[in-house]
């Protein structure tokens, strides 16, 4: 048959996805033989990826192509994301779509010009019609990350998985090494995420639903800051702190809820406390209470016992996605940075946010110094004292909290020593790339050296956290979103027909409940989606009547 009419019938298959990409084949060469074509025993034709030397290697078996596609992805089958790299005839895309439970198919492939060829010798119509298809040609290795984070959730979708077609690898095996690092980036990070919320997911739903009564209160603006100083809870801080008392007129100083027992213990009152833990713990900070003049930040998932330690606490929205949906169609909460996953962080994002020119980090060691784990005065040392007798005596109480940690990796410095472990090397990770305005200072410590970095921003550009106003009361907000909740259409497909299905606003009502799913998937993982959709609903329904029984 005329490869011209392959050619067309595929384009206008994929013009309906992704006009793009068909664009792009459109304008693309089809008689440069990047490829030979065979015919198999079963009919099947065959794409031969011709080498340097002339020869032509097939991409798949010359048996029985489809049967070989099917055994490609046998071993997948509790994986519902599936990667392949390199497209081939599309023998094991096609039989992986034949799934109802793949939710979604990727493909990367190089060489637009070779794809086109592929385009030419058979019908690709099948997969390229399904929406769970997307194929990526030549695209950087961020855009390929990028798709991943956006479509990727692990909640509906279970595991993830790459396939190489291996022959198909070796045309090209810089490129395709550096695709196969970029999707492996993409599961981590999302595989870290998700983790995450399996731990903390209806947590986080408590803490944010109870707390919004107190976030409908009017407050001040706060802001301007000009200088600031924020005060980690390293043991390095015990070090440094005579440094910042001989400042300390001149700084405007932020503690991260762990420091603050630390700070106050030395006669230093800080202007700001800034907490994200949404565990109950977090109170074990404000035993020795709030400094009468220090605003509290909290994220909006914050445990509300914590809240209550301040008259006005200022509420911002962190990463929840129910925190945005709250901001959006409530009361628009300053939002702040919390993505590198640890409360430094998000506090030098708040001074970014307030406008600070410059600031100073204190205590910020992201590792065990001497294997030492926080400064003296913190919540750790109170807490083991009461909890030591003569068969778990205090020091073993320490060793049991430092080595419980399997990543422990001991780093030599010139004089001295430190211990790292997986998250806190990410947590420095994170601060080290994080986008600030502001000039930033690391004080010298006892643990791995952060950079100092220069303003990147404009002198004279301050800003103000302020709260918008709500557009209706409290318990009216949760009264609706409860139904907005309930009314979500029942799951009696896979998931990417159901998501298609709804319409924005019930997508975006999803999208807050998916930390939660995580949450109850970890307790219940012999629930298949439909049946984890609806213990969603009845978790989150039940703890909204709670709420607002309580406030009667």
């Known amino acids: 048959m005329d490869k011209r009419f392959f050619f067309e019938r595929n384009l206008l298959a994929l013009s309906r996805t992704d006009p793009a990409l068909c664009s792009r084949l459109s304008a693309a060469e089809t008689t440069q033989n990047r490829y030979k074509f065979l015919e198999s025993r079963s009919g099947e034709i065959v794409p031969a990826l011709v080498t340097a030397e002339g020869g032509a290697r097939p991409l798949h078996s010359l048996v029985d192509p489809q049967k070989e596609g099917r055994r490609f992805i046998s071993a ?21 779509l034949e799934r109802e439970d793949v939710h979604r198919v990727l493909v990367i492939d190089y060489d637009i010009n070779g794809v086109a060829e592929l385009f030419c010798s058979r019908e690709y119509i099948r997969i390229l019609s399904d929406p ?11 855009l390929i990350r990028g798709y991943i984070l956006d479509n990727y959730q ?19 095996p810089v490129k395709f090494s550096r695709a196969g690092a970029a999707v492996e980036s993409a599961i981590e990070a999302i595989s870290a995420d998700y983790s995450v919320q399996a731990y903390f997911g209806t947590r ?7 707390n919004i009564f107190r976030a409908a209160e009017a407050y001040s603006p706060l802001g301007p800051v000009r200088k600031a100083a924020v005060c980690a809870a390293g043991p390095s801080l015990d070090i440094q702190l005579s440094r910042l008392l001989e400042k300390r007129e001149r700084l405007f100083v932020f503690a991260v809820d762990t420091s603050l027992p630390s700070l106050l213990q030395r006669g230093l009152e800080p202007d700001a406390v800034v907490s994200i833990d949404c565990q109950h713990i977090s109170y074990y900070h404000f035993m020795n209470g709030l400094p009468r003049g220090a605003s509290l930040f909290l994220d909006l998932a914050s445990p509300p016992l914590v809240a209550s330690r301040s008259e006005r606490p200022y509420f911002f929205s962190g990463g929840h996605p129910l925190s945005h949906y709250i901001s959006r169609y409530w009361r628009p909460l300053p939002p702040v940075d919390t993505s590198g996953g640890n409360v430094t962080y998000a506090a030098l994002s708040l001074a970014d946010k307030l406008g600070a020119g410059e600031i100073e980090l204190y205590g910020a060691d992201f590792s065990y110094p001497l294997g030492r784990t926080y400064a003296r005065g913190t919540y750790i040392y109170p807490y083991f004292e009461n909890r030591q007798n003569r068969f778990s005596p205090l020091e073993g109480l320490f060793s049991s909290f430092l080595y419980r940690d399997t990543s422990l ?6 004089t001295s020593w430190y211990y790292e472990t997986w998250a806190l090397t990410m947590y420095r990770r994170k601060v080290e790339e994080q986008k600030l305005r502001a000039a930033l200072f690391p004080i010298p410590g006892l643990g791995p050296p952060l950079a100092a970095r220069e303003k990147t921003k404009e002198p004279g550009e ?8 709500a557009s ?15 009314a979500l259409p029942l799951l009696r497909e896979g998931p990417e027909a159901y998501l298609k299905k709804l319409n924005p606003r019930e997508k975006q009502i999803l999208t807050t409940l998916i930390p939660e799913a995580a949450a109850i998937k970890r307790c219940r993982p012999e629930l298949n989606t439909a049946e984890l959709l609806e213990a969603v609903q009845a978790y989150c329904l039940k703890e909204i009547d709670r709420v607002l029984q309580s406030k009667g």
Request: no cysteine.
């Open 154 to 172: 692990p909640v509906f979708s279970g595991g993830i998985r790459m396939l190489p077609l291996r022959p198909r690898l070796e045309g090209d």
């Open 132 to 142: 769970r298809f997307r194929l990526l040609v030549d695209s950087p290795e961020e």
């Open 462 to 469: 301050l800003s103000l956290f302020a709260a918008g106003k």
């Open 204 to 210: 986080w739903f408590s803490n944010i639903i109870r």
């Open 76 to 96: 997948s089958e509790q994986e519902g994301f599936l990667i392949f790299l390199g497209l081939g005839g599309g023998f094991a895309a096609a039989a992986a």
């Open 409 to 414: 990796k001991r780093v030599e410095k010139e």
């Open 472 to 486: 209706m009361g409290a318990g009216e907000f949760l009264d609706t979103y409860r139904r907005d909740i309930r």
